[in-house]
T-cell receptor
Framework: DTAVSQTPKYLVTQMGNDKSIKCEQN?????MYWYKQDSKKFLKIMFS???????INETVPNRFSPKSPDKAHLNLHINSLELGDSAVYFC????????????????????FGAGTRLSVL | AQTVTQSQPEMSVQEAETVTLSCTYD???????LFWYKQPPSRQMILVIR??????QNATENRFSVNFQKAAKSFSLKISDSQLGDAAMYFC????????????FGAGTILRVKS
């Protein structure tokens, strides 16, 4: 079973359309992320959710709206697509370490999905 | 804000030889994690190796090892006995502390392996 799965793998659409990318993880993690990889391969975080609560929102246009129905799912909806939105979008998940958990947990590794290549024409 | 710099856009290595990929980072924190991720043509991001800043010992994973120089803020990846399957884009990444969330990535280094 794939640990972090994204659908679709490829998405080709016209400017102005609205589209969604879905992500699911079966690792039992409580934190999920969306990263964007641009045409120069540069990776940058967009959003992060912990237990369905938004914890990171990195200067992303409000046309992008993440939704986390439960801690195993994090979807990304994009309104009014623009040419500059063309990129590969990666979902990732990890288990958050919380203050007061005592023993230091050398984990917090982020596991990535296979990416969704979005092409806006 | 933390930054991660990979100064080598592209590297080549002969099969079975050793290659070192460079990474430097900038942070004012003392507690953080550093990672190397591999992205082959399949696009999948694969964790190669992880280093915790509070550990002085360099991490190793089979043919992969790091040279972590905390004072110099340097974190290089050494690949020994290079194989054709090592050809990929390699990303260095930084995560703040035990409770930090986001990964800050470098620009990546393309590694080509010659047979």
């Amino acid at each position: 079973d794939t640990a972090v799965s994204q659908t679709p793998k490829y998405l080709v659409t016209q400017m102005g359309n609205d589209k969604s990318i879905k992500c699911e993880q079966n690792l039992g993690h409580d934190t999920m992320y969306w990263y964007k990889q641009d045409s120069k391969k540069f990776l940058k975080i967009m959003f992060s959710y912990n237990n369905k609560e938004l914890i990171i929102n990195e200067t992303v246009p409000n046309r992008f709206s993440p939704k986390s129905p439960d801690k195993a799912h994090l979807n990304l909806h994009i309104n009014s697509l623009e040419l500059g939105d063309s990129a590969v979008y990666f979902c990732a998940s990890s288990q958050q370490v919380h203050p007061g958990q005592g023993v230091r947990r050398a984990k917090n590794i982020q596991y990535f999905g296979a990416g969704t290549r979005l092409s806006v024409l | 804000a933390q930054t991660v710099t990979q100064s080598q856009p592209e590297m080549s290595v002969q099969e079975a030889e050793t290659v070192t990929l460079s990474c430097t980072y900038d942070t004012s924190e003392s507690d953080y994690y550093l990672f190397w991720y591999k992205q082959p043509p399949s696009r999948q991001m694969i964790l190669v190796i992880r280093q915790e800043a509070y550990k002085q010992q360099n991490a190793t994973e089979n043919r992969f090892s790091v040279n972590f120089q905390k004072a110099a803020k340097s974190f290089s990846l050494k690949i020994s006995d290079s194989q054709l399957g090592d050809a990929a884009m390699y990303f260095c990444a930084y995560k703040e502390g035990e409770y930090g969330n986001k990964l800050v990535f470098g620009a990546g280094t393309i590694l080509r392996v010659k047979s």
